[in-house]
T-cell receptor, first 114, second 113 residues
Framework: NAGVTQTPKFRVLKTGQSMTLLCAQD?????MYWYRQDPGMGLRLIHY???????AKGEVPDGYNVSRLKKQNFLLGLESAAPSQTSVYFC?????????????FGEGSRLTVL | AQSVTQLGSHVSVSEGALVLLRCNYS??????LFWYVQYPNQGLQLLLK??????LVKGINGFEAEFKKSETSFHLTKPSAHMSDAAEYFC???????????FGTGTRLKVLA
């Protein structure tokens, strides 16, 4: 059972380049999230989705776009990367069932923007 | 609005000693509370959670936490630290029926031999 899988795990970009991070989950979860983790700042929500075809902004959405064309996939795009987007990105998913509140995380994607 | 405060960004304990990681929350509605652990170069995994019912919650690897409404706290404890407990720990708050989770800034636990 793979759970939540993120690709790629590592990437180095130059300022201005674009890229897409892919998150795939095999738990049939409705909710999916993209967070970034920076030292001393915990996890901050970038975008989230409550179902196929729907997305919404989190607390730090600027510079990122997302798409949820299939229920199992949630893509995070950077159109023009900036050094401030150097971070570790985590995808997470959860079931909307009220008794299953916890998030399931991927292993992270480490992005460096030069 | 909800918020989470983790006191101490770094905590060191000796192997075999008590582990106490502090988490205080703010929430205008009954909270759901979580502790996650992150080992180096890995994602976060759930240690334990409180939603409703018993206020003392037991999790994996011998950890437990107690929800204290009067103190707005959800501190994480383990009676005897093991070297394998060295990791970063995150407290998080949510509420029933919402998508939103608020994470604390994390506490890095170091276990000394």
């Amino acid at each position: 059972n793979a759970g939540v899988t993120q690709t790629p795990k590592f990437r180095v970009l130059k300022t201005g380049q674009s890229m897409t991070l892919l998150c795939a989950q095999d738990m049939n979860h409705e909710y999916m999230y993209w967070y970034r983790q920076d030292p001393g700042m915990g996890l901050r929500l970038i975008h989230y989705s409550v179902g196929e075809g729907t997305t919404a902004k989190g607390e730090v959405p600027d510079g990122y776009n997302v798409s949820r064309l299939k229920k199992q996939n949630f893509l995070l795009g950077l159109e023009s990367a900036a050094p401030s987007q150097t971070s570790v990105y985590f995808c997470a998913s959860r079931s909307p069932t009220l008794t299953e509140e916890e998030l399931f995380f991927g292993e992270g994607s480490r992005l460096t923007v030069l | 609005a909800q918020s989470v405060t983790q006191l101490g960004s770094h905590v060191s304990v000796s192997e075999g000693a008590l582990v106490l990681l502090r988490c205080n929350y703010s929430s205008s509605v009954p909270p759901y509370l979580f502790w996650y652990v992150q080992y180096p170069n890995q994602g976060l995994q759930l240690l334990l959670k409180y939603t409703t019912g018993a206020t003392l919650v037991k999790g994996i690897n011998g950890f437990e936490a107690e929800f204290k409404k009067s103190e707005t706290s959800f501190h994480l404890t383990k009676p005897s630290a093991h070297m394998s407990d060295a990791a970063e720990y995150f407290c998080a708050v949510s509420t029933s029926g919402t998508y939103k989770y608020i994470f604390g800034t994390g506490t890095r636990l170091k276990v000394l031999a």
